[in-house]
């Protein structure tokens, strides 16, 4: 059984805000594909974020930091961080390439984000998963690499 992808769900355009943030990450990540030092190194660097990065590096896959900038600051909750992160995986797997702000606002992701009921389905196909933590998502299996030290979404 596979989940589906954020990618490929019903959208809604963003907001002026989630826009601006949008434009500001792409700007950042065309001068400096890589901060330095790592914005995850910051003790203000926010929760959301620095759950995407724990779960991209556990699966192994190249990233771009200000795509997970980005997903993170759009997303309202840790859970909606883990989707992304996975969806980000599953596309990376798939392209065998790192995504970038450029792939996501012209390719993956061109008419919006996910519209709230498309991360509940997102949501509720994960837990349709049999797992003894309750949380597909929370599992190894989930990100393939044999890392048991992954934070808990919900």
């Given at each position: 059984?596979?989940?589906?992808?954020?990618?490929?769900?019903?959208?809604?355009?963003?907001?002026?805000?989630?826009?601006?943030?949008?434009?500001?990450?792409?700007?950042?990540?065309?001068?400096?594909?890589?901060?330095?030092?790592?914005?995850?190194?910051?003790?203000?660097?926010?929760?959301?974020?620095?759950?995407?990065?724990?779960?991209?590096?556990?699966?192994?896959?190249?990233?771009?930091?200000?795509?997970?900038?980005?997903?993170?600051?759009?997303?309202?909750?840790?859970?909606?961080?883990?989707?992304?992160?996975?969806?980000?995986?599953?596309k990376?797997?798939?392209?065998g390439?790192?995504?970038?702000?450029?792939?996501?606002?012209?390719?993956?992701?061109?008419?919006?984000?996910?519209?709230?009921?498309?991360?509940?389905?997102?949501?509720?196909?994960?837990?349709?998963?049999?797992?003894?933590?309750?949380?597909?998502?929370?599992?190894?299996?989930?990100?393939?690499?044999?890392?048991?030290?992954?934070?808990?979404?919900?």
């Amino acid at each position: 059984m596979q989940l589906p992808s954020l990618f490929t769900s019903p959208v809604r355009p963003l907001t002026e805000t989630e826009s601006a943030i949008l434009i500001s990450s792409w700007m950042l990540e065309r001068r400096t594909p890589e901060p330095d030092p790592p914005l995850e190194a910051d003790p203000d660097c926010p929760r959301g974020f620095k759950i995407m990065k724990q779960r991209l590096l556990a699966a192994g896959v190249p990233h771009s930091s200000w795509l997970v900038f980005f997903l993170s600051a759009i997303s309202d909750s840790p859970g909606k961080c883990v989707m992304w992160a996975h969806s980000v995986v599953t596309k990376t797997r798939e392209l065998g390439r790192a995504i970038t702000l450029t792939d996501f606002g012209e390719t993956l992701s061109p008419d919006g984000v996910p519209t709230e009921e498309a991360y509940r389905a997102f949501w509720k196909a994960q837990k349709d998963f049999s797992c003894p933590l309750g949380n597909y998502l929370d599992s190894k299996e989930a990100w393939s690499n044999g890392h048991d030290e992954l934070e808990r979404s919900d």
